[in-house]
């Protein structure tokens, strides 16, 4: 049910926040579901239908084909070692998405319109640039792994560049579903999450790793005989798993319900409906990650060139061709990334498996592309305070990630889109600072948030989760910049680059603790000065 636009806007002026949108086209603003008024104030199966469909969008974050590639690199280097690792990021994940969802929820802003508000000029807009090159570093994984997808699919007929074409144009289309409502285009989303559901399910069911392994490796947090390789797996699977535009995403489909948050009761209800959402739609992306992570270490760990050419023997002349130009003949253990996976499937088992497998993948991609469309959007339009219509925000967000994409695969081979994945993981690793750091402080933030301000013991928790992630990923990022060629120039260059690149991080570290104590430091000057947006700037309407 669409609730009715003017007792929307209504609860949103006397509500944390509100500015006034009558005349602006933008996501949400006369689309929100209504939720049921029930007699019992229990458990309701109604309401929580009612608020379920943000977490399933947030979701597919979880699964886009650079998480897939990186399970299957998982599975094929640690065979099921690393399986609690992923277990353990998805809780992390769930913790930051509950905090994102909290703060749309509570006032009604999603992060990056909070980010303008809450940030000097200068440093917002360097949040900004820093969330667009994570967007655009996501689509270019998303978009590539479809245009796979469909290069399988079509058995190598359509190349890579034309199918990164089909992704626009169907991408585009797919958007404007929203035309006919939000619910419809949330039921397409479950609808794409449920074909890798079944894709990956199967092959899981084809597979039939040993369920005692794959027990172990998800319950028992050990890695025993564990290389380099293998702990450079590890925290690749952790910067794959939590994504920086998500947080952002998330803390705006939750404005999607209408929510009257003149009650504080009503939004703890929401609150509480949205955590169980979101833990059902993680619960149901981390078992298709183990479909994903079982089948390629019970198939292809450990196994070199010449033993899956000898699996090829057994299958088609052109199952056996298409491995031929991917897999040398010699004993080296064989590399592992999404094209070489649909080949290992089609080797193993059969030419259908191989399509199966790319099905899946094209799910993956295209219902993960059009979510981080959104969360481009929903960035350019609150970091810059932009109200132009969403067929404007569409096109131009599209075209920023669109363009490199293309270019990146009409002139790339495939072997350096797989090398190019490793890399895009690592630039968007170093974006995570700036997600992370605004969502703690900003419901840290007793003048934001309210009585729902998070308790010590969630600041404690959550700070200390933030630096591990951010520590993990840093960690990442400088094994793989070990791992490159490099000359003294551009070594020189990265070591200035990381220098400012702490600076800013440092800045926002400062900015969240001075929002523990709210408004304490508005008339300090050192803090006016450089950090605290003054009251009548910050557009900030509070509950007495």
Not at 24 to 46: A, H, K, L
Not at 301 to 323: H, I
Not at 362 to 378: I, K, P
Request: charged share 15%.
């Amino acid at each position: 049910m669409t609730v009715n636009v003017e007792t929307q806007r209504k609860n949103d002026k006397d509500s944390y926040y509100y500015e006034d949108d009558s005349n602006v086209d933008t996501y949400f603003s006369d689309d929100r579901i209504d939720i049921p008024q029930t007699e019992t104030t229990g458990f309701s199966f109604r309401k929580l239908w009612a608020f379920t469909g943000p977490g399933f969008l947030m979701s597919i974050a979880y699964l886009d084909p650079g998480n897939i590639e990186s399970d299957l690199q998982s599975g094929a280097i640690a065979q099921y070692r690393l399986l609690w690792v992923l277990f353990i990021s998805t809780i992390l994940g769930f913790v930051m998405q509950c905090l994102s969802s909290k703060l749309g929820v509570v006032t009604g802003l999603h992060l990056a319109e909070m980010c303008y508000r809450q940030y000097k000029k200068v440093p917002r807009l360097i949040t900004w640039i820093m969330i667009e090159i994570a967007v655009i570093g996501s689509d270019m994984q998303e978009v590539i792994g479809t245009a796979i997808a469909i290069y399988l699919l079509s058995n190598k007929v359509i190349p890579l560049w034309a199918g990164c074409l089909i992704t626009i144009v169907d991408t585009f289309t797919f958007l404007f579903l929203d035309k006919y409502g939000l619910r419809k285009l949330e039921l397409f989303f479950s609808l794409l999450i449920g074909i890798m559901g079944v894709t990956f399910g199967y092959e899981y069911i084809v597979t039939a790793p040993p369920s005692g392994e794959v027990s172990k490796g998800l319950f028992v947090p050990w890695c025993s005989n564990c290389n380099s390789d293998i702990l450079l797996q590890a925290v690749g699977v952790v910067g794959a798993v939590i994504m920086p535009h998500n947080l952002y995403l998330h803390s705006a489909l939750v404005k999607s319900r209408n929510i009257d948050r003149k009650k504080p009761e009503k939004i703890s209800e929401a609150n509480f409906y949205y955590a169980i959402e979101s833990a059902l739609a993680l619960i149901i992306s981390l078992i298709i990650n183990i479909f994903v992570v079982s089948v390629f270490a019970s198939g292809m760990y450990g196994k070199t060139n010449n033993e899956l050419l000898d699996m090829c023997k057994n299958q088609s002349d052109s199952m056996y061709d298409m491995a031929k130009e991917e897999f040398d003949a010699n004993d080296e253990i064989a590399d592992a990334d999404i094209y070489k996976g649909g080949i290992f499937l089609g080797c193993a088992f059969s030419m259908a498996a191989m399509f199966i497998w790319a099905i899946g993948i094209l799910a993956a991609g295209q219902s993960s592309t059009m979510t981080g469309t959104y969360a481009g959007q929903f960035c350019m339009e609150g970091f810059l305070n932009l109200k132009w219509p969403k067929w404007k925000r569409v096109i131009f967000t599209r075209s920023i990630a669109m363009v490199p994409t293309f270019f990146t695969a009409f002139f790339s081979s495939l072997s350096s889109l797989t090398t190019l994945n490793d890399l895009l993981n690592a630039v968007m690793s170093l974006q995570l600072p700036f997600a992370l750091i605004p969502t703690i402080a900003f419901t840290s933030n007793p003048k934001i948030m309210g009585k729902f301000v998070n308790g010590l013991l969630y600041k404690i928790s959550s700070i200390c989760l933030a630096v591990l992630i951010v520590a993990i990923n840093i960690f990442f990022v400088v094994m793989e910049v070990r791992e490159q060629d490099l000359n003294v120039a551009v070594i020189v260059v990265i070591y200035l680059g990381a220098a400012v690149y702490f600076l800013f991080v440092t800045y926002v570290v400062i900015h969240m603790v001075l929002s523990f104590e709210g408004d304490k430091y508005h008339n300090v000057s050192w803090a006016k000065k450089y950090f605290v947006v003054p009251l009548d700037e910050s557009k900030r309407h509070y509950l007495e």
